[in-house]
Nanobody, 118 residues
Framework: VQLQASGGGLVQAGGSLRLSCAASGVTFTSFQMGWFRQAPGKERRFVADISRTGTNTFYADSVKGRFTISRDNVKRMVYLQMNSLTPDDTALYYC????????????WGQGTLVTVSS
């Protein structure tokens, strides 16, 4: 499984960014997809995930109502639209793929850095 994340950058508080993740080497619809993030000095944490068909989504409380995860199974892409960003959203964001449905042993992409200035 190869996951290539992109779209990170520097944005002012209140701004928006859209992260993208391209998957290859897999049957994309076999995987639940998700985004995690790791802030400086902290553990990697769950942000959002989306079911194989895209029907169901789930968000961490800290991003609920501000972030939207989506996927395009034809293009083998997953996205994270991030609005109303705050400095607390500053982190390295990772795309992940999981077949188990519980994120016990996910496949990871490389991170893309999001920096939110105050």
């Amino acid at each position: 499984v190869q996951l290539q994340a992109s779209g990170g950058g520097l944005v002012q508080a209140g701004g928006s960014l859209r992260l993208s993740c391209a998957a290859s080497g897999v049957t994309f619809t076999s995987f639940q997809m998700g985004w995690f993030r790791q802030a400086p000095g902290k553990e990697r944490r769950f942000v959002a995930d989306i079911s194989r068909t895209g029907t169901n989504t789930f968000y961490a409380d800290s991003v609920k109502g501000r972030f939207t995860i989506s996927r395009d199974n034809v293009k083998r892409m997953v996205y994270l639209q991030m609005n109303s960003l705050t400095p607390d959203d500053t982190a390295l964001y990772y795309c992940a793929a999981d077949t188990q449905g519980n994120w016990a042993k996910p496949y990871w992409g490389q991170g893309t850095l999001v920096t939110v200035s105050s």
